[in-house]
């Protein structure tokens, strides 16, 4: 059989596009194909401790600055945007000798611009993932007069130019059920992308690991709360502070188990005082998302669309100032699958009153499973990967 080379650039900031590009890997190999990775910050982290060392390519790092209050700092992006737009060129510079160096089938992007134009450019086929569609401006500016008009153009551009690509993935539910709504208004994409459903991972986990994972940490006949603390480690402290806060409250009522998502931490839990466990890196979330009854978390489209698939209502923290993650738990609130908190209004009190709410009501559960019932027309991880092969 002849081999296959693909190449996958992945955008660095969290987790979650790192970690559905893995999966999707899973389903496209074959024995000889060839990978490359192009990434950089966290998502380099993730896949080398994922056994990929030999396949990473350093691309040049191309994020925002956040404070240290874990919000993102509008006030540092328009000084940065000449510096960024360099990053932005010195990437285009960096993919479009790796590519040619390559010499991949495919070129897939996931929510990465520069790419796109590089593989164009060399005349590669390029296959794009995304979850916005747009630029969208922090809430204190967006859709205010010079920022709504910004956002237009910047979605008409982006458009444009993800549009070069030869498939745009929109990797989520069509209207009106769309989590990045709000990342798609104003823009007109019905001839540009194509909904493939979430690409949250699959988790047919045997009884025998769940039980296994149960009787590990002493899980009793009450609910059992996950907390999943992600995204960059500069947005982590005041959530983190609040959820251990709360846990006191919350461990008399409900099993608490808390992920600190720190990929370098370590993967053995320590039980609190109050008999919740934390874990710096937990290897059984899987495990214990399908035990859960309900999680908290940011906002990010992943874990929503894992929550979705799951059925497990959630309250959601987006990221202070990121306008994706508050326009997802926005979404998320409206269609009734669990509670949004801003950022700026979390306290332990209304963390704990939110948890109790969204465990008593069953009107979040019976929401989520309904719209659980729409996403399992679809297969995001099997559909992009479907589609990737058709390159090859």
């Not at 709410?357 to 499973?369: A, G, K, P, V």
């Amino acid at each position: 059989m002849v081999s296959r080379r693909v190449y996958f650039a992945v955008f660095g900031s969290g987790l979650g596009h790192v970690s559905r590009i893995l999966d999707i890997t899973e389903r496209v190999r074959r024995e000889g194909d060839e990978f490359r990775y192009s990434c950089s910050d966290q998502a380099l982290n993730y896949l080398k401790k994922h056994g990929q060392e030999d396949n990473v390519l350093k691309s040049p790092s191309f994020d925002v600055k956040w404070t240290e209050e874990g919000s993102f700092s509008s006030k540092d992006f328009i000084p940065r945007f000449p510096y960024m737009f360099n990053s932005f060129l010195k990437q285009i510079a960096f993919e479009r000798k790796s590519i040619v160096r390559f010499d991949p089938r495919v070129v897939v992007s996931d929510s990465r611009l520069s790419p796109v134009l590089a593989a164009r450019e060399k005349s590669y086929p390029v296959v794009t993932m995304l979850n916005q569609f747009k630029v969208s401006f922090p809430p204190r500016f967006s859709g205010k007069g010079v920022g709504r008009i910004y956002e237009r153009f910047a979605g008409d551009v982006l458009g444009l130019l993800w549009s070069l690509s030869d498939e745009v993935l929109m990797t989520d539910l069509p209207p009106p059920y769309t989590i990045g709504e709000a990342n798609l208004a104003g823009t007109d994409v019905s001839r540009i992308v194509r909904y493939v459903g979430f690409t949250s991972p699959e988790m047919g986990l045997s009884d025998e690991r769940l039980e296994t994972a149960r009787r590990a940490l002493g899980i009793d006949g009450r609910p059992l709360a996950f907390f999943q603390i992600s995204g960059p480690d500069a947005t982590k402290r005041m959530f983190r502070d609040t959820v251990l806060q709360s846990t006191d409250a919350l461990a008399k009522r409900y099993n608490i188990i808390i992920s600190m998502g720190y990929p370098s931490g370590s993967g053995v839990p320590k039980r609190l005082a109050n008999g919740a466990w934390i874990y710096d890196w937990c290897p059984i979330k899987d495990e214990l998302f399908m035990l859960s009854s309900l999680v908290v978390a940011r906002a990010g489209h992943r874990t929503i669309g894992q929550c979705i698939d799951a059925g497990k209502p959630a309250v959601l923290i987006p990221i202070h100032n990121h306008s994706e993650q508050i326009g997802n738990a926005g979404k998320f609130s409206r269609l009734g699958l669990g509670i949004e908190i801003r950022s700026e209004k979390l306290t332990s009190q209304n963390l704990v009153e939110s948890v109790d709410r969204c465990l008593s009501d069953s009107r979040y559960r019976d929401s989520i499973e309904k719209v659980r019932v729409v996403s399992k027309k679809y297969n995001g991880i099997g559909r992009c990967a479907e589609i990737i092969d058709s390159y090859t």
